[in-house]
């Protein structure tokens, strides 16, 4: 198998109990399939997140996927894993 990377850009919605937010990833893109295309993404970061978001666990929606990630003293945890 063939594997294309990539960086690339996406958005993405930050979603809480209280808020949601926009917000902007950068992340390594992996072509998994070729027909159909199918991505797996790694070494994401988030950026351009309102900076009022409070510390806690949110939810990270993007390329109709969902992941569980968590803001601890003012920066993202850079673990992600899907729900």
Excluded at 29 to 46: D, G, N
Aim: proline share 4%.
């Amino acid at each position: 198998m063939i594997s294309r990377d990539q960086s690339v850009q996406l958005t993405g919605m930050l979603v809480s109990a209280e808020r949601k937010a926009e917000c902007i990833l950068i992340a390594e893109q992996h072509l998994i399939t070729f027909t159909p295309a199918r991505y797996e993404y790694v070494a994401i970061q988030i950026t351009n997140a309102p900076d009022d978001l409070p510390d806690g666990k949110y939810e990270l929606i993007f390329d109709q996927r969902i992941c569980r990630v968590q803001k601890l003293h003012g920066k993202w945890i850079n673990h992600f894993w899907t729900v």
